[in-house]
């Protein structure tokens, strides 16, 4: 809608300029006021400003010359302003003002009046040569100085026309009209809602300075726009996302642009060089580069033309804008994401046929090294489509096939394909959200659903073959995203799927996951933004008030396997009969209290009439080996808590009897527990440098697996009915029953990944023998003080002295054998034992 | 008959006595076999300090013996034996109330004080009770049997009630029952006749500092000193210090022990070099014996006492059987009996089959308890027999603190030996477990004592490694085992030849 008023204004504009060159030369110019209008003529020199009353009937002469000097000339608010003939305007540092509502009656043409007020200013003379109506006028302008720009500025729009040369024709079958510039650069600041701040620049260099923009406007209703560009640089800032979006052209070829009465537009452009970049601050998001680009499009404009016209549209108006559109590219270079990198594409070929007989509705073509990819879909249908005039969309698409194939070269073959695609909006508010998305740089699920009453996007079947086997690797049946409130007026995400079996691949670590669920459902609600709770766990905890709400997610199966350089993990949860429940739940509160600041996660997993294995498979270098950890869980219940600030506080029950079978190189140690509660409580993790405020929930997982320094501090007790302990041939080696152990504090600190120290204080344990002997004990501390690194252990006191000590020793030794020796050889007879000598 | 009849009219206050001193050489192997429950009830899991909690009884017995030899000649049985008693009651209820590892490792010292002195009290009273020379290896036997079998029922009573009702009840009933009999005990040791000489006290004092650290010597050269390293040698310097100290304080004093009257210099020093042979070799192997019950053939305390029983039968038959016939026999042919029947008894030992060990055990055992009993309590009685009341306690102190460190070093001796041998089968072993595992797995009798604990169901997750413990741990003993019988023959035939002569006086 913008761009349609700039055009208005820019008609505005040029008809400013032909009215001026229409007022004749008359040497004896004066102005003349009469009854009914207010004429110009001869040679007007201002000496002052001169202004006339609002709604006056202006006139101005053949062969006016008026020169406006340092003054300005203001025709008043809704003024009409008759342009005879040839004239030239005069004018260094004064200003020529078109009120608002003025309108400029030409030779055989009324302009109606511009919606803002109009300021002309310029340095120089403009002259005006002919007559529109015969052979058309030309206005040009001889500058005084440097500064060869004819500049218009409205509200807070500038423009700056370097070198201008217009020629106006009018005949019985329409307007001509020629715009010569060697630059024309436009720019405008304003802000929408009062605290968006825009700032929009467009830079355009001539290829041809004498007609650089042609346009025609037959009587028969078309439209015809050339333009002659050499290049084109459009800029658009955004202050509050401080974000950046510039479009490039260079090396454009002739750009024409034709409406017919119908309202078809055919649109046909080129360009050697085409650059998109989308910046926040400084910081390249997407970026995209195409060289050698050819534009081919046919649009029915109606929709648009009703939406400028501001009429809502009605629903059996064909939305359809495309009829058809060829764009091809020699080369792209192309960034999605800044984590995929840029991406060169060759070939680049799309097509949209929208016409009733068409097979193919869009056609994507493009080579990506050797490799030949396609995207195609066959038809997009509108089962309905409403607008609004403030833009509420309410619509269903659907597109019964979309896929996406790519062969050839030295990758795997891929296939991609979605069935039933369908996206709903219900009083969607296009216009807040494209506002939402100026002030923050992005749009999240919680501004969708503000904005719509429903917004909901459905996948019938999606399909994709990644490896080339031609089998599918990730499938998905009735995929479905809800975003609604619901009859409380609750903000509800609702996500549901038949099944879905999907591979994933880490770059950064080198693993493979493989992901498979059965019938699930994600269900959140929330009484407030359902984006912060996705953030909490993602981004940042950043709640902007009180929040709790509920997640739940209910599972009839899954498996998720991880598959690493040195193994591969896997949890599989399945129904242990068929008359197990429909599904195993997990729910969860994420609860956030502003005066506390404390984030807490509340949840409880049942998986009764479930069995849940865990598989570990890891393989070792040196010594050369493997393990394999299986770990069964039946009819678990469970439940745990987690808040977050600072440092993390957590407790957790788990209740189910439980198997664990492992193989550790030669050892094939299993234990059987019988019902087992396994109770953690008072458990504090501190994690040197994991800030869950600023990280979010989820990245604890990568500071635990980084072995960061942490402190933990926590509780445990374990009860269960009996262990069975077996060993490496699987007989029993021992039972142990009604097993009773807690231990009152646990305390490990990690310091610098070096230095492990671990207190354990008052455990106590309590169990009954396999020969029925019940045994009762208490440990009451523990330490364990680990040098991982450097071992240095504490220096005894005694070797620590031994050397001086052994000088000591080795002294008087010598000194008592002295005196012996010398008592043998003094006194002989004292040497003889046995004997009383008294 | 009629030294039938002097030896049972005594029997009551010599079973009295042998049994005050089974008493206080109960606890002394209470904590022989490695017990986690006491590790964790005295906050010492998992430090080292257990490995103290025996040594430091016998420390304290050795130096309470050295110290004993200058007191109860002077001074009689009866007052030592109250000190004894002083000491070892009350430091026994503290060890069953205490629950600080360095608290129970100073009173487990006073108390082994205590008890070294009620040993030697009581083995030295028989000088006066039984003035008969003939009755007194009845008598010794009777002490011999107090002594040994308390050392003996120790083990395996320990082993029972610290892993069952609780180590307290275990201190607590030898302190009562210790408290009970010290008052008759005292009344007997009433009888007697004090030395006028001057007590030995430096002497004794040097000989109590002497014996105490070398029993800690030992230890600690078994946990983690070396002879060769500066500290070892510092203390081998240390202890010839006090050899040389006790050598001159006994030259210079005219009153010293060593300047007592002896009967048969010869039979005295063959005697003790025999004590040293009995202690070191022969005693030592009972209790490696019980270990390779515990270890080697897995067996519960009441599997293995039988086997013990009968060794104590074994004793029993060749020390009566010596108390009879000594007269006409004298010492030559007991001395050359033990002298073949120890090697044959310890080499018996490889006889014991490893799947089937009962009736090879019992009857391993059954010859060790004839050696053992052909020494044991007729080298007491021949020493006693050849000092008088001024130098019996002396000299039986001695004799009995000698006995004992040569016990702890045997003992030793064969841990090192079977350690060694464990470490060369099984280091490769256990250094690629300990490399698995990441944990610094023993590969020492270390390994084979926690078999006995509940960490035995951690190793018997290792394939195969706890029968490759039992056999080599069997093995390395039996080894030592035939290194002592060797060294048995070697050193006693050529002293019975030519210390202890064939002289028949009694």
Redesign the interface.
């Not at chain 2, 060593?258 to 002896?262: A, E």
């Not at chain 2, 018997?460 to 394939?463: E, L």
């Given at each position: 809608m913008r761009k349609m008023q700039y055009l208005a204004v820019g008609v505005l504009i040029l008809t400013v300029f032909i009215s001026l060159s229409i007022v004749s030369d008359d040497a004896s110019a004066d102005i003349e006021y009469t009854d009914k209008a207010i004429i110009i003529y001869g040679t007007e020199v201002l000496t002052d400003d001169l202004v006339f009353p609002d709604e006056s009937n202006i006139i101005i002469s053949l062969g006016t010359y008026l020169d406006i000097n340092q003054y300005t000339i203001d025709f008043g608010k809704d003024s009409k302003v008759a342009i005879l003939d040839d004239v030239t305007i005069a004018c260094t540092t004064g200003k020529i003002v078109i009120r608002e509502g003025t309108s400029l009656i030409l030779v055989g043409a009324v302009m109606p009046g511009p919606k803002y007020d109009l300021t002309v200013t310029f340095d120089g003379k403009l002259s005006s040569r002919g007559t529109a109506v015969i052979k058309g006028a030309t206005v040009t302008l001889d500058p005084n100085g440097d500064d060869r720009c004819l500049h218009l500025a409205w509200e807070e729009s500038r423009m700056a026309i370097e070198d201008p040369i217009i020629n106006y024709t009018v005949d019985t079958g329409g307007s001509d009209l020629k715009l010569g510039f060697t630059h024309l650069t436009y720019s405008e600041e304003y802000t929408m809602d009062t605290d968006i701040s825009l700032t929009r620049e467009l830079y355009l260099t001539s290829a041809d300075s004498t007609v650089s923009v042609e346009t025609v406007i037959s009587t028969s209703k078309t439209f015809k726009m050339t333009l002659d560009l050499s290049s084109l640089r459009y800029t658009k800032y955004v202050a509050n996302s401080d974000m950046t979006t510039v479009l490039t052209l260079d090396g454009m070829g002739l750009t024409t642009v034709f409406v017919d009465s119908n309202m078809m537009m055919t649109v046909t452009a080129s360009a050697k060089n085409v650059k998109s970049t989308n910046a926040i601050g400084g910081e390249i998001r997407r970026f995209a580069e195409f060289t050698n680009v050819k534009f081919d499009m046919k649009a029915d404009i109606t929709v648009i033309a009703i939406i400028i016209e501001q009429e809502d549209l009605d629903p059996s108006d064909d939305p359809n804008i495309i009829k058809s559109m060829h764009i091809t590219a020699d080369t792209g270079d192309v960034m999605i994401t800044e984590r995929r990198g840029v991406k060169h594409i060759t070939d680049i070929a799309v097509t949209i046929d929208g016409s009733d007989k068409a097979e193919t509705y869009f056609l994507a073509t493009f080579m990506d090294g050797e490799r030949y990819n396609e995207i195609r879909a066959d038809k997009v249908l509108f089962e309905s489509f409403g607008i609004t005039s403030d833009l509420r969309l309410t619509m269903l698409m659907h597109i019964p096939q979309i896929t996406y194939s790519a062969h050839g070269g030295e990758k795997q073959e891929i296939s991609m394909q979605a069935d039933d695609l369908y996206v709903e909006t219900d009083n969607l508010a296009v216009d807040t959200l494209l506002k939402q998305y100026y002030r923050a740089g992005e749009l999240t699920a919680q501004q969708l659903l503000d904005n719509s009453r429903l917004f909901r996007a459905a996948v019938g079947v999606a399909s994709i073959d990644t490896d080339g086997d031609k089998e599918v690797d990730t499938t998905a049946h009735d995929l479905e995203l809800k975003l609604a409130k619901n009859s409380r007026g609750y903000n509800t995400l609702v996500l549901t799927f038949a099944d879905l079996a999907a591979p994933l691949h880490n770059d950064e670590k080198n693993i493979d996951y493989r992901l498979s669920f059965d019938a699930s459902e994600v269900y959140m609600e929330s009484d407030s933004s359902i984006s912060e709770i996705n953030d909490a766990f993602t981004k940042r905890i950043h709640f902007s008030g009180d929040t709790n709400a509920e997640i739940q997610v209910t599972t009839s199966g899954m498996t998720v396997e991880q598959i690493r350089e040195t193994g591969n993990s896997k949890l599989v949860m399945v129904k242990n009969s068929p008359e197990s429940p429909k599904g195993a739940i997990f729910t969860f509160n994420i609860e956030y209290l502003r005066y506390t600041g404390k984030t807490t996660l509340d949840g409880r997993l049942n998986t009764l009439g479930y069995e849940t294995t865990v598989t570990n498979h890891e393989y070792y270098a040196d010594p050369e080996g493997t393990s394999d950890l299986k770990l069964v869980f039946n009819d678990m219940s469970a439940s745990v808590i987690l808040a977050f600030k600072d440092i993390v506080e957590f407790s957790a029950e788990v209740h189910t009897p439980m198997n664990l079978d492992l193989t550790f190189y030669d050892l094939k140690p299993m234990l059987d527990f019988g019902d087992s509660v396994i109770s953690i409580s008072h458990g504090q993790l501190y994690l040197d440098t994991y800030d869950p405020i600023s990280e979010g929930i989820l990245a604890i997982v990568d500071h635990i697996s980084a072995k960061d320094d942490f402190v933990v501090d926590l509780r445990v007790g374990v009860t269960s009915d009996y262990i069975n302990i077996h060993g490496s041939d699987r007989e029993i080696i021992n039972t142990i029953k009604s097993i009773n152990l807690s231990i009152k504090e646990i305390y490990m600190m990690l310091i610098h990944n070096d230095r492990l120290q671990a207190d354990i204080d008052n455990v106590y344990v309590e169990y009954t023998t396999m020969k029925g002997l019940l045994v009762q004990r208490e440990l009451k501390h523990l330490d364990i003080d680990k040098d991982y690194n450097n071992p240095s252990p504490k220096e005894d006191v005694l070797v620590y002295t031994s050397e001086i000590m052994l000088i000591s020793f080795g002294i008087v030794t010598g000194e008592l054998l002295l005196v012996l020796i010398v008592l043998r050889i003094k006194r002989p007879d004292i040497f003889r034992f046995g004997k009383e000598r008294f | 008959m009629a030294m039938d009849e002097a030896i049972l009219k005594k029997m009551p206050a010599l079973c009295l006595l042998s049994f005050s001193t089974f008493l206080v050489c109960v606890p002394a192997a209470y904590n022989q076999v490695i017990s986690f429950?006491l590790m964790?009830?005295m906050?010492c899991?998992?430090s080292k300090d257990y490995a103290w909690y025996f040594p430091m009884f016998i420390a304290g017995e050795c130096a309470s013996m050295g110290l004993s030899a200058c007191l109860i000649d002077r001074y009689g049985r009866r007052l030592p034996f109250l000190f004894g008693s002083v000491l070892f009651i009350p430091s026994s209820a503290i060890c069953a109330v205490c629950?600080d590892s360095t608290v129970f490792l100073a009173c487990r010292f006073i108390e082994g004080f205590g008890a070294g002195i009620v040993i030697v009290t009581c083995i030295a009273q028989i000088y006066f009770d039984v003035p008969d020379k003939k009755n007194r290896y009845m008598a010794n036997g009777i002490m011999s049997l107090g002594f040994g079998g308390g050392m003996l029922f120790g083990i395996f009573l320990g082993r029972a009630l610290v892993e069952?009702v609780g180590w307290p009840v275990a201190f607590w009933t030898v302190a009562v029952l210790q408290a009970v009999v010290m008052y008759p005990c005292m009344d007997i040791l009433r009888n007697g006749e004090n030395s006028k000489m001057k007590a030995d006290i430096p002497g004794a004092l040097i000989l109590m500092v002497m014996a105490g650290v070398l029993v800690f010597f030992l230890q600690?050269l078994y946990l983690?000193?070396d002879v060769t390293?500066?500290?070892g040698?510092?203390w081998i310097?240390?202890l010839?210090?006090l050899f040389?100290?006790l050598?001159?304080v006994?030259?210079?004093n005219?009153?010293s022990i060593?300047?007592?009257?002896?009967d048969n210099?010869k039979l005295?020093a063959g005697s003790m070099i025999f004590i040293f042979l009995l202690g070191v070799i022969d005693m030592a192997a009972v209790g490696c014996m019980i270990k390779i019950a515990f270890f080697t053939y897995q067996m519960s305390v009441g599997e293995a006492a039988p086997y013990f029983i009968i060794l104590v039968l074994g004793a029993a038959v060749t020390a009566v059987t010596i108390s009879k016939t000594i007269d006409r026999t004298g010492h030559f042919p007991w001395f050359l009996l033990s002298a073949v029947l120890s090697p044959i008894a310890l080499l018996s030992m490889l006889l014991v089959d490893k799947d089937d060990p009962a009736i090879f055990m019992a009857l391993h055992l059954f010859v060790l308890g004839l050696a053992i009993g052909c020494l044991v309590s007729m080298l007491n009685a021949t020493i006693q027999n050849r000092t008088d009341h001024?130098n019996n306690g002396a000299v039986m102190s001695f004799a009995i603190m000698f006995r004992t460190i040569a016990l702890w070093i045997g003992y030793n001796f064969y841990t090192v030996f079977s350690d060694r041998f464990m470490d060369e089968k099984l280091g490769e072993t256990m250094a690629?477990w300990s490399?698995?595992?990441q944990i610094d797995l023993p590969a020492d009798s270390n390994l084979a004592s926690l078999l006995v604990t509940p960490l035995a169901?951690l190793i018997?997750?290792?394939?195969g490694l706890t029968d490759q413990i039992a056999e080599v741990f069997g093995e390395g003993i039996s080894y030592g085992l035939t290194v002592g019988a060797i060294a048995f023959v070697v050193i006693a035939i050529p002293v019975t030849i030519l210390l202890v002569g064939r002289n028949k006086t009694l």
């Open positions: - | 429950n964790f009830d906050n899991f998992p629950g069952t600690k983690s000193w390293d500066t500290v040698i510092e310097v240390f010839f210090m040389l100290a050598i001159l006994e030259v210079v005219p009153q060593f300047h007592r009257k002896f210099h005295v001024n690629h490399q698995i595992t169901d018997k997750i290792f394939p």
